[in-house]
């Protein structure tokens, strides 16, 4: 299936997934994205593209004051709902990536599989950088293009996969610990190929 880039097509998903008492994701957080954060102490974040939550809920839980984005309504009603039920108190915020910038500036951006065509994900992670305090942290992953013919699961369409070369020149002026790809294991025992960037804003 083709990833369209319209918050029409995710609000139809999202619902229709809930309409029929599913989840489009995991309920559980993105193993790499909680293995990098867990070390982090908790401060305030934004999980930009949220989804229904998933991370954003977990770095709540873990005591961080949260700022969950998307411009799929529906897609965070959800993650709204299921923060409800586990007593937790996030911010919900409708808003395009590749131009919302927070006013606040936050220690943690966490960005998991938004797929945008290289444009757009440049413009997406400039405004989480403007996002980010002195010292913050930006998280990312998203499916990787080798991942194509190489992986399983994500956009076939080699326009919203991420590219090495594109995403090491928008953290450009980061401090970068870790720009690469990453095999992900599947729930069912196949690989996924992600790339990942671990990466702080510096404090000079
Ligand atoms: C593959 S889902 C990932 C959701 C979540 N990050 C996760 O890992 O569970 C991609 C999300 O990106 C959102 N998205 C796509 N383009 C966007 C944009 N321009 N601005 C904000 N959200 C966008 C979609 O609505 C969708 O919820």
Not at 77 to 97: E, K, P, S, Y
Not at 141 to 156: Q, R
Request: proline share 3%; hydrophobic share 50%; net charge negative.
């Amino acid at each position: 299936m083709g990833y369209i880039v319209s918050n029409a097509f995710w609000d139809d998903r999202y619902s229709t997934a809930a309409a029929s008492g599913e989840a489009v994701w995991s309920i559980e957080p993105n193993a790499w994205i909680e293995q990098v954060t867990s070390i982090l102490p908790p401060g305030n974040a934004i999980d930009l593209a949220a989804g229904e939550g998933r991370n954003a809920l977990w770095l709540a839980s873990r005591g961080w004051s949260v700022t969950a984005v998307d411009f799929s309504a529906a897609g965070l009603a959800i993650g709204r709902q299921r923060a409800a039920t586990l007593a937790l108190d996030l911010n919900w915020v409708t808003a395009d990536a590749t131009t919302w910038v927070s006013l606040t500036p936050v220690d943690l951006v966490v960005i998991a599989y938004l797929q945008l065509p290289a444009a757009e994900l440049t413009a997406a992670i400039s405004n989480a950088i403007l996002s980010l305090n002195a010292g913050g942290t930006l998280a990312l992953i998203g499916h990787d293009s080798t991942n194509l013919v190489h992986g399983v699961g994500g956009p076939k369409d080699v326009a919203m996969l991420y590219d090495l070369e594109t995403v090491r020149l928008a953290a450009a002026g980061l401090d970068i610990a870790e720009c690469r790809r990453y095999n992900r294991t599947t729930a069912d025992g196949r690989v996924a190929i992600d790339t990942i960037l671990l990466a702080t804003k510096p404090r000079r």
